[in-house]
């Protein structure tokens, strides 16, 4: 298949999504076989949660919203002239991470665009979201089936890897795949950065930012670097209408772990009753807790970025990503700020 032909078919895909996004039970009055793929992804929608408990409903619509928003034939058009078209295609190992719903679907799309093929090693936390929904590509475009497969075993016969995983899994990554081009990605997350003049609005765009995806994603942010006059009530106040997310048994869980570990440590934190808040130098925070570090003036700021740049994979503010943007990255906003078509260009 030819670049054009590609784009015609994610186009159509982004039609479909549209479908499951604008009602939630599709009536279809003739049965033709992708309105039946339709049905089958809204099932496992609805289902998923049963076999990874992070995956709501809620979760996975708002993963195909984005999905959905680089579907489009002038988007694809546009970011792919740069970009040639292998000539030969190679076979290109994508290692799946698993945390967030169709979480390695931009490098299935960049592996397929550059004209590559796709062997897919899906995560045990995610088995059934992105077979579903490559199977509505494969009823678009028969052909299409050809350039991917899925496995959950050992794979020996590749040309290249993708992998994404923890800071653990890399030194397997390396171990296994590093023979090949490669393409490894660790641990990353957002942090925010708050001077102080922030509005109401913004600070509730930033609980977008951290309670998207129940924080889980590289890119939401777990660290707030504020001005030592920053008055935290502010913040409080405007991520109320998030306070839902503690209805989440898993939330709820960690949450509470943490809550109890911290009083009997007896060391100081905020809490508002779903998301505790803590002085603390760590990037990283866990599930349901945000760490906060204080800054005086700008100086500390670039000191403090430079310093965590290589977990850094996002920054929200005033004098950076727009508040709320986190969780909704273009096609060229790639990993780790890995250019993954010009890879696949070069294997």
């Not at 023979?179 to 003049?197: C, D, E, Q, S, Y």
């Not at 509005?199 to 001005?227: A, P």
């Amino acid at each position: 298949m030819n670049q054009k032909e590609w784009i015609h078919v994610w186009h159509a895909l982004g039609e479909y999504i549209d479908k499951i996004i604008a009602q939630e039970e599709p009536q279809f009055e003739t049965k033709h076989q992708q309105n039946e793929m339709l049905n089958d992804l809204l099932q496992v929608i609805k289902t998923e949660h049963r076999y990874n408990g992070w995956f709501t409903p809620s979760s996975i619509i708002t993963s195909l919203k984005g999905i959905r928003s680089w579907l489009y034939e002038d988007h694809l058009t546009e970011w792919l002239k740069p970009y040639p078209l292998s000539s030969a295609p190679k076979k290109v190992l994508i290692v799946m991470a698993g945390n967030l719903p169709f979480v390695g679907f931009h490098d299935v799309l960049c592996t397929l665009l550059s004209g590559n093929k796709a062997v897919i090693k899906l995560s045990s936390k995610d088995q059934h979201l992105l077979p579903t929904l490559l199977k509505i590509v494969s009823s678009i475009e028969p052909r299409a089936s050809e350039y991917f497969e899925f496995t959950l075993g050992k794979v020996t016969h590749f040309d290249a890897v993708i992998a994404t995983g923890s800071n653990n899994s890399v030194l397997y990554f390396q171990q296994y795949f590093g023979h090949v081009p490669n393409i490894f990605r660790k641990n990353r997350t957002g942090i925010a950065v708050l001077n102080g003049t922030e509005t109401d609005e913004q600070l509730f765009n930033l609980g977008k930012d951290i309670f998207t995806y129940f924080g889980l994603g590289c890119r939401n942010v777990t660290h707030l670097l504020i001005s030592d006059k920053f008055d935290l009530n502010r913040f409080f106040s405007a991520v109320v209408p998030f306070g839902d997310i503690i209805n989440h048994h898993k939330y709820a869980n960690n949450y509470d772990y943490h809550r109890a570990l911290y009083l009997l440590n007896k060391e100081d934190f905020l809490d508002n009753n779903f998301i505790l808040i803590k002085e603390h130098p760590a990037i990283f925070s866990p599930v349901a807790v945000l760490h906060v570090t204080r800054y005086k003036d700008d100086h500390e700021i670039e000191d403090f970025i430079q310093h965590h740049q290589r977990d850094i994979q996002v920054i929200v503010g005033n004098a950076f990503l727009p508040f709320g943007m986190a969780q909704n990255p273009k096609l060229l906003d790639y990993a780790d700020g890995v250019d993954t078509l010009f890879f696949l260009g070069g294997i």
